[in-house]
């Protein structure tokens, strides 16, 4: 005599066995998800660098133009020492200042400087270009750097000098002036000309290079008084 399995129990155990194999698929893939997942990530950043418009390459920096930033009329521009005893002092019809070389430029310019032992040096020109410290300028169109005589602790005198080219360069805390131009140099009544000059007011030495003239006014003696 034969037994028959109810329909039920059949089917109790099929969808037993199928939930059994689904539950041990979803074990077996739950061991690959994250690499499943740092794939998509991946493949997702990689599409949105694909799409995302590139960022424009930067521009070379600008070099700063030659370009007036400010100006003035009737200038005057002082420097003093580390004292506040006044230094230089450069005025002018007009002046311009450019930010790119630091430099100002004037117009008509009229320079006084006083020296370390006191000493009074003047200068004019038709065109000036300072920096902005006021210690370095160059004088441009019938330049003349004037030195006032000076008497020195002995009792002895400095005599004037008088520097006059189309160029001069005076650097103001070296007291030296030069220049890559003829220049004409009166000390005193003698007078000297050159194709280049430097003068160092330190060294009390005068430099003349080229086509050198010089003139030597004789120095009047007091005659012996007669007998």
Excluded: C
């Excluded at 003035?72 to 450069?90: C, H, N, P, S, Y």
């Excluded at 005198?157 to 009166?186: N, Q, Y």
């Amino acid at each position: 005599m034969s037994t028959q399995e109810p329909v039920g129990s059949r089917l109790t155990q099929r969808a037993s066995s199928t939930w059994d194999a689904l539950v041990g698929m979803w074990d077996r893939l739950s061991i690959y998800l994250p690499l499943v997942m740092m794939g998509v990530l991946a493949f997702g950043t990689y599409w949105l660098v694909r799409i995302t418009p590139g960022m424009p390459a930067s521009e070379a920096a600008r070099p700063v133009a030659h370009e007036v930033d400010y100006f003035m009329r009737r200038a005057t521009v002082k420097t003093f020492d580390d004292k506040g005893q006044l230094k230089t002092e450069i005025t002018g019809m007009h002046a311009r200042h450019y930010p790119d070389t630091e430099t100002l430029e004037i117009d008509e310019a009229r320079l006084r400087s006083i020296g370390l032992q006191g000493r009074l040096t003047t200068a004019t020109a038709k065109l000036a270009l300072s920096n902005d410290a006021g210690t370095e300028v160059q004088l441009m169109g019938d330049a003349v750097v004037i030195r006032e005589p000076l008497q020195q602790a002995d009792g002895s005198w400095l005599p004037r000098l008088e520097f006059r080219g189309e160029f001069l360069h005076i650097f103001a805390d070296d007291e030296r002036v030069k220049s890559h131009l003829p220049v004409v140099l009166t000390r005193g009544k003698d007078q000297f000309s050159g194709d280049t000059f430097t003068y160092d007011n330190r060294d009390q030495v005068a430099e003349l290079k080229g086509r050198v003239k010089g003139m030597l006014v004789p120095r009047r003696t007091t005659p012996a008084p007669s007998r």
